[in-house]
């Protein structure tokens, strides 16, 4: 393999590459840069624990203890009994002593080096930008496009769950009311979920006229090719089409509004119609009034249709499958819906209870719609197919080496590229990384190779003791293969 390319001076200034192997400190650290390096324009409230527990794919409940763990390095036994010094420890049995290991290392330095790569959570948009955007597409089924229309502000929160009155919050003429209002978190999801959704149509719409009526001459105008990663191309409209005539203008929207009405109101729209079912609404009288809660308890789901069935904290129901149906970590899991642990807890205490309107919206369209889900995190189903891009980046690069870029060993980079074998829970962000910049850029590869390498100089090895031995310690001890049960669970309440 070549030799990791030199990165130019990261954001993160003095910090931005440790000397000293990563620990729980540096998790903090990365937490006030993240915020510090947020566009305020682009989000409408800062980075939360979830956020930072799904950007490291640590479980939500685990990361207070793991801002003040150790380094691997300094843990000789990670598996301790109580009241044994760690040096006569079992490592089969007993107490998990939290560590920061070199896959949460690698993801740490990745951030602080280059923290574009964050934007793996969507910019949040704020109430005023999806209705400005996109509100002349939101609307009923069946009735026709409008502009916006200071009468149909109304109408807009209960597209999201909330009541009618939420809506005069929401979009408030006051600027100062709406820079104080953050929606909750479900809220958000669902109105980026809808600008998400909105952006790919319009970028697979706007490739598509590029490619056929763009003037040869146009073809390397910046002007005229995307910037923006995500929703936020939409601000870039006006720019992105500014090449096209009346003629290819007008078919460049008929197309557009063709494939927005195709997901609005087959999709979108018909998970607010079962949404409402389930709680004995008429979708036309709920999208009025706002009135989504429901406090009667579910007496009996035989009354239900199967794809109306309300959302409870029921084992039977879609919040306790929803996990497996989708093979979401737990982290992913409470990120995706707005939650928190202890959120999800209270909703499983209340079998009968239906769950908040919002997020058992998101919930549902989710589940009934897979691929909207790969707008908000894609995985790999298949490390093997990683493996097959990098190696075609850099040809010297093995299958041991597979694992030991993603912060475990070799054995672990063999058994993730088998036939049929799945991403494993500690690699699942970085894979989550490759497959979303790998289309676009090689860089992420060379990225990930020199945090790896970052910290295997900081653990006082060198690139190749790393990368030949498979080892992130200089004596030989390797606790990357070790099993940790307790990766990815909930927790106890």
């Given at each position: 393999m070549r030799s990791t390319p030199k990165a130019a001076s990261g954001k993160g200034g003095g910090f931005a590459n440790p000397s000293a192997p990563i620990d729980g400190s540096y998790i903090n650290i990365l937490s006030s840069f993240l915020d510090a390096t947020t566009d305020p324009m682009t989000s409408s409230s800062g980075l939360t624990n979830v956020d930072l527990a799904f950007l490291l794919n640590i479980p939500a409940q685990q990361l207070p203890l793991l801002r003040s763990a150790p380094s691997s390095m300094d843990v000789t036994d990670r598996r301790v009994q109580r009241n044994v010094p760690a040096s006569e420890g079992s490592r089969t049995a007993g107490q998990s002593i939290k560590c920061i290991r070199p896959y949460h290392a690698i993801l740490v330095r990745l951030y602080l080096r280059h923290p574009e790569y964050a934007t793996l959570i969507p910019p949040r948009p704020s109430s005023a930008e999806v209705y400005e955007l996109i509100q002349p597409f939101m609307r009923p089924a069946g009735q026709p496009w409008n502009n916006p229309e200071e009468s149909r502000r109304r109408w807009f929160a209960q597209l999201f769950g909330r009541s009618l009155i939420i809506s005069y919050k929401m979009l408030a003429n006051d600027p100062t009311v709406q820079a104080n209002?953050?929606?909750?978190?479900?809220?958000?999801?669902?109105?980026?979920?809808?600008?998400?959704?909105?952006?790919?149509?319009?970028?697979?719409?706007?490739?598509?006229?590029?490619?056929?009526?763009?003037?040869?001459?146009?073809?390397?105008?910046?002007?005229?090719?995307?910037?923006?990663?995500?929703?936020?191309?939409?601000?870039?409209?006006?720019?992105?089409?500014?090449?096209?005539?009346?003629?290819?203008?007008?078919?460049?929207?008929?197309?557009?509004?063709?494939?927005?009405?195709n997901w609005w109101d087959g999709k979108y729209m018909k998970t607010l119609e079962r949404e409402a079912r389930s709680r004995n609404l008429d979708l036309e009288d709920v999208l009025k009034t706002g009135q989504w809660k429901m406090d009667d308890e579910v007496s009996s789901f035989k009354d239900y249709p199967s794809d109306a069935m309300p959302i409870t904290g029921a084992d039977s129901s879609l919040l306790t499958s929803f996990r497996g149906f989708t093979g979401l970590s737990s982290s992913e899991f409470v990120w995706l819906l707005g939650i928190s642990p202890k959120t999800f807890f209270m909703y499983r205490k209340r079998p009968n209870q239906r769950i908040d309107a919002s997020v058992s919206i998101l919930m549902r369209h989710l589940y009934h719609n897979p691929d909207d889900l790969d707008l908000f995190i894609r995985i790999p189903h298949e490390p093997a197919g990683l493996l097959e891009r990098i190696q075609a980046i850099d040809p010297k690069f093995e299958r041991k080496h597979f694992g030991v870029l993603l912060g475990a060993g070799p054995v672990a980079g063999y058994n993730m590229t088998k036939a049929d074998s799945m991403v494993p829970a500690f690699a699942r962000r970085a894979a989550t990384l490759l497959a979303r910049h790998l289309d676009t850029s090689d860089d992420i590869y060379w990225h990930l190779r020199e945090a790896a390498e970052a910290e295997a100089k900081a653990r006082g090895l060198s690139a190749s003791q790393l990368w030949d031995n498979g080892t992130w310690h200089p004596s030989g001890h390797d606790d990357s293969e070790d099993d940790d049960s307790d990766q990815d669970d909930f927790g106890d309440d």
């Open positions: 209002r953050n929606n909750s978190r479900p809220v958000t999801h669902l109105q980026t979920l809808i600008m998400l959704r909105f952006a790919a149509e319009f970028r697979a719409t706007y490739a598509d006229f590029r490619e056929k009526y763009l003037p040869p001459e146009e073809a390397n105008n910046p002007l005229y090719i995307p910037q923006a990663q995500s929703w936020d191309i939409l601000h870039e409209r006006d720019s992105l089409t500014d090449w096209m005539d009346d003629g290819i203008y007008e078919s460049f929207s008929y197309e557009l509004t063709k494939r927005w009405s």
